[in-house]
């Protein structure tokens, strides 16, 4: 099966340290941050349709038939505007609004699955049947249930909140600009890119802000809740220029965001998104045909961690390697990669696009080990994968929303820093080809063979940029890429928060990251 991070590339942020763009929240548990996000949720997903904690525990006793080894509710509430800007004009905004409930059964590996965009207690009891029903039935199910006439609620129950997070503020970042804050925000980006340089002759930007709201009830009463910002700004350049007598366009594109306000994005930040952006475009008015062959590749910082998420990351998902579908199944504790190499997932990064202070099945969220020195040491898990390996969750449950089941998913997912200095690096390619950034990517989670199309990068000889070049593909095998790596920069980064993964159908915000490194005797594809 291919997986795919289908995304534009991004040149990785400038923090202001490592250390500074690594803050995790390590301490305990935030009581009072956890009880007000669930107290917030509650009087968003439960008080407006007459539903209480009460109600909640009789569907999931509805929904425990026998055999059933798990069971949750998932409501979930989810504002999202947009707004669009092409050619100097704000063309589109949008805004909208998504809720409803989701509600699961586990027997052994079959579940049954029904959600609803109807939150009352009426629809919830007739999801919760039907779930009993597949369950029933022994077979594996998902179905969709329409509006219900209101019935009568249960009697009072008690419930347990489970502990969380707290690496970011709880609040709606829509509100945090106006809209015509939003369209000057848009304007002033496109003038600063065009101002930037003569040839540069389109600007396309986009502004979105997310406020989502989850409350996770389980059938042994735990009740956890999230409340999640999230804003995103897009920037996407064209230059032209005459090349030998022919104009040529070539595109640069930039940009970020995290589980911030809209005020996040000052002037200095801009600044950064343009010129990277439009360095980019120039970079690739004057590359040449790629070479083709198998040689050496130094990756850049940041960003090019995709290839690490696509490449090493899908296949250390649990239901991958529960299945023996995994190139990485069955190999805890081998070496599966060079001596230096140390890969995690770490979704307790403050602020961080993928970063949650639970995860979609209301447990707290974790910094995974995968990888320890060139060792394998972990997966990633949901709770049925980790039962059924007889492990534990790691806080990697995630779902696109309601209407999905979730599933082991990664968060924040980077290499750690090794000993060596960027230049010296690059320094050491006799001949190779420097890739600073990459578009998109696809993984064979079988074989771990995958392919990435570098959308910024170098020729090198002797230690020196040559000259940038276009169309370069890189092609390897995972677990044997890890194998050939011989030198770790210095300088980890992680990208400037663009990253959205897609696995079966779903699509979640993800992180990636990674120092500088050399891979020995990858393939590239080249148009030369």
Not at 42 to 69: C, I, N
Not at 77 to 98: A, M, N, P, Q, R
Not at 452 to 462: G, H, K
């Amino acid at each position: 099966m291919n997986t795919s991070l289908p995304i534009a590339a991004a040149r990785a942020a400038t923090t202001s340290s490592v250390a500074s763009s690594l803050v995790s929240d390590k301490a305990a548990p935030a009581v009072a941050g956890t009880r007000q996000r669930l107290a917030l949720a509650e009087s968003l997903l439960l008080e407006p349709f007459g539903l209480t904690r009460s109600h909640l525990q009789q569907a999931l006793a509805a929904m425990h038939a026998r055999g059933v080894d798990d069971a949750d509710l998932y409501f979930q509430s989810t504002h999202s505007e947009g707004w669009s800007l092409e050619e100097g004009i704000v063309k589109t905004g949008s805004f909208s609004i998504d809720q409803g409930v989701g509600l699961r059964a586990i027997s052994g590996e079959k579940t049954a699955f029904a959600y609803s965009d109807d939150i009352s207690w009426a629809a919830l009891m007739e999801a919760a049947n039907q779930v009993r029903s597949i369950g029933s039935s022994g077979q594996s199910g998902r179905v969709r249930v329409g509006r219900q006439k209101q019935v009568q609620p249960p009697a009072p129950a008690r419930a347990r909140v489970a502990p969380s997070r707290s690496l970011y503020a709880a609040f709606n970042p829509i509100g945090t600009l106006d809209s015509a804050a939003k369209v000057a925000l848009l304007e002033k980006v496109e003038k600063m890119a065009r101002a930037k340089d003569p040839r540069i002759v389109q600007v396309m930007a986009g502004l979105g802000a997310e406020y989502d709201v989850v409350l996770v009830a389980r059938l042994d009463g735990t009740l956890a809740a999230d409340v999640r910002p999230m804003v995103r700004m897009s920037l996407t350049v064209i230059a032209e220029q005459m090349v030998e007598g022919e104009v040529r366009r070539e595109v640069g594109s930039s940009g970020g965001g995290g589980r911030l306000g809209l005020d996040y994005f000052d002037d200095a930040l801009l600044q950064q998104y343009v010129d990277e952006a439009v360095e980019a475009a120039l970079i690739n008015l004057e590359s040449r045909p790629a070479p083709a062959g198998e040689m050496d590749v130094v990756l850049g910082s940041g960003w090019p961690g995709v290839l690490l998420h696509e490449a090493v990351g899908h296949g250390l998902e649990g239901d991958f390697n529960r299945k023996g579908s995994s190139a990485f199944a069955g190999r805890m504790g081998q070496r599966v990669a060079a001596k230096g190499v140390t890969v995690l997932d770490d979704g307790t990064l403050a602020n961080r696009r993928g970063s949650l202070n639970v995860d979609d099945e209301g447990n707290p969220t974790q910094r995974t080990v995968l990888i320890e020195d060139g060792i394998l040491t972990g997966y990633l898990q949901d709770r049925m994968n980790a039962r059924l390996m007889r492990s534990q969750s790691t806080g990697n449950g995630r779902r696109e929303s309601y209407a999905h089941l979730p599933m082991p998913r990664m968060t924040n997912t980077y290499m750690l820093a090794g000993q060596d200095e960027p230049q010296a690096i690059i320094g050491s390619l006799k001949r190779g080809l420097y890739a600073r950034n990459f578009g998109g990517g696809q993984v064979d989670i079988t074989s771990g063979k995958f392919v990435f199309s570098a959308s910024q990068a170098w020729w090198v000889e002797n230690g020196k940029l040559q000259y940038p070049v276009k169309g370069a593909t890189i092609i390897g095998n995972g677990p044997d890429a890890l194998t050939r790596v011989t030198m770790i920069g210095n300088d980890l980064q992680l990208d400037s928060g663009v990253g959205t993964c897609g696995k079966e159908g779903q699509s979640v915000p993800v992180g990636v990251g990674q120092p500088t490194m050399r891979i020995n005797g990858l393939t590239v594809g080249g148009t030369a």
